[in-house]
């Protein structure tokens, strides 16, 4: 079992930074590749970045590229989300999810642990 726990989030003004934490609890921290997504009211939850159990590869959405970097701390068992050049767009409840994958993986319905979520609002 894998809890999640993201913080970091808040109100900020369009062209601002966050940088969102998400702690897991467990020992196996390194065996779950990770991933960030949000959703916004009356969207579908859509995927922000991901990374592999090792932090060697990651993947953002088409989106959020150039803007955001997602990163790992397994000694810390902590994934990171920082985002750079917000826009009011980016406004969302930013989830982050794990799954016991060696590699990245995109698709939401394939993760097996989510946090709560940590809003995020960008304003104009």
């Known amino acids: 079992q894998v809890q999640l726990v993201e913080s970091g989030g808040g109100l900020v003004q369009a062209g601002g930074s966050l940088r969102l934490s998400c702690v897991a609890s467990g020992r196996t921290f390194s065996s779950y590749a990770m991933g960030w997504f949000r959703q916004a009211p009356g969207k579908e939850r859509e995927f922000v970045a991901a990374?592999?159990?090792?932090?060697?590869?990651?993947k953002n959405a088409e989106s959020v590229k150039g803007r955001f970097t997602i990163s790992r701390d397994n000694a810390k068992n902590t994934v990171y989300l920082q985002m750079n050049s917000l826009k009011p767009e980016d406004t969302a409840v930013y989830y982050c999810?794990?799954?016991?994958?060696?590699?990245?993986?995109?698709?939401?319905?394939?993760?097996?642990?989510w946090g709560q979520g940590t809003q995020v609002t960008v304003s104009s």
């Open positions: 990374i592999s159990w090792m932090g060697g590869r990651t």
């Open positions: 999810a794990a799954v016991r994958e060696t590699t990245i993986v995109i698709v939401p319905g394939l993760y097996d642990y």
